[in-house]
């Protein structure tokens, strides 16, 4: 069984910062892509950022520039550093990552069970 647990969502200023963690745990042989996606009330989830095992990253065009994805992989944990934070980031956040649980096992996709995010003044 993979667990995915995030932490950090609050209630924050417009144009203030924040940064969400995502820790894996359980029974894990190896990672892939790990990543953050959000959903607003009323909307689809969206893809905010993800970054592959070797480091490379992928944005969302709405948050380059704002929002940085970095991961320890000795610790199994991603977090973003939200910065210039707008009201149209309000969302749950949820965590994702392509996990291999074991040797004989393919990898697969776990979600965590998110944390909300608030842009309010």
């Known amino acids: 069984q993979v667990h995915l647990v995030e932490s950090g969502g609050v209630l924050v200023q417009p144009g203030g910062s924040l940064r969400l963690s995502c820790a894996a745990s359980?029974?894990?042989?190896?990672?892939?892509?790990m990543g953050w996606y959000r959903q607003a009330p009323g909307k689809e989830r969206e893809l905010v950022a993800t970054i592959r095992s070797a480091g490379s990253t992928n944005y969302a065009d709405s948050v380059k520039g704002r929002f940085t994805i970095s991961r320890d992989n000795a610790q199994n944990t991603v977090s973003l550093q939200m910065n210039s934070l707008k009201p149209e980031d309000t969302a749950v956040y949820y965590c994702?990552?392509?996990?291999?649980?074991?040797?004989?096992?393919?990898?697969?996709?776990?979600w965590g069970q998110g944390t909300q995010v608030t842009v309010s003044s």
């Open positions: 994702n990552a392509e996990v291999r649980p074991d040797f004989w096992s393919v990898y697969a996709y776990y």
């Open positions: 359980g029974s894990i042989f190896s990672i892939n892509d």
